[in-house]
């Protein structure tokens, strides 16, 4: 049985990616010492909730699911560089804040959609909002960490909010070797 590997996330808007990609392009010439794959702008996204794996039936009921959330649009400023990871902290992302700390209530009211539609679990640990845009390649001890974060600190955080007025629902496939994320359903944030 064919299982997709689908979450609940932000995608992020173009008039950003055009402010972030000077940024990025100081990130990646000041870590150019160390090894990393860099994602692909069209991968960028903010997570809310992962799924996991999930079979055909299911992923049918949550695109045929109506949703009544009622989420105002949110808007995210930069906060800071850094990493991401559970096991082993690889994920070099840019971390966001919240501007009106609403964005508590879509987190929760997305992982009570998930406990009673697919009977997944609330969340456990606190959101912490980032766009993820590299790997590092290869185990991360503790000094290289301290280093990279160390010149992370001196780069410029992107001057601009980032508005998000739909939550999407994305399934998550290989393609020609790479990973890429289709855009499944889309759930517009109300004003």
Same mark, same amino acid.
């Given at each position: ?39 692909? @702008?069209?991968?960028? &996204? ?58 508590? /209530? ?5 992982? @009570? ?16 909002? &980032? ?43 290989? /393609? ?7 855009? /499944? ?7």
């Amino acid at each position: 049985m064919k299982q997709h590997r689908m979450f609940f996330g932000f995608s992020i808007e173009p008039s950003f990616l055009n402010v972030f990609e000077s940024s990025l392009m100081e990130v990646k010439h000041l870590l150019s010492d160390h090894s990393f794959r860099w994602i692909k @702008e069209t991968n960028y &996204h903010i997570t809310v909730k992962f799924l996991g794996h999930l079979p055909g039936e299911k992923k049918a009921e949550l695109l045929q699911s109506e949703l009544s959330w009622s989420f105002h649009p949110l808007t995210f400023v930069p906060k800071a560089w850094g990493f991401f990871g559970q096991r082993n902290l690889r994920a070099l992302a840019l971390e966001f804040e919240e501007e009106k700390s609403r964005c508590k /209530e879509v987190v929760e009211e997305v992982d @009570e959609f998930c406990m009673n539609i697919l009977g997944l679990e609330k969340r456990q640990q606190v959101f912490r909002p &980032h766009m993820t845009f590299g790997r590092k390649l290869g185990e991360m001890d503790e000094s290289t960490t301290r280093h990279m974060n160390q010149i992370l600190d001196h780069i410029s955080l992107p001057k601009l909010h980032l508005h998000l007025s739909h939550i999407h629902l994305y399934e998550s496939f290989r /393609e020609d070797d790479q990973l890429r994320y289709a855009i /499944e359903k889309s759930f517009c944030l109300k004003n």
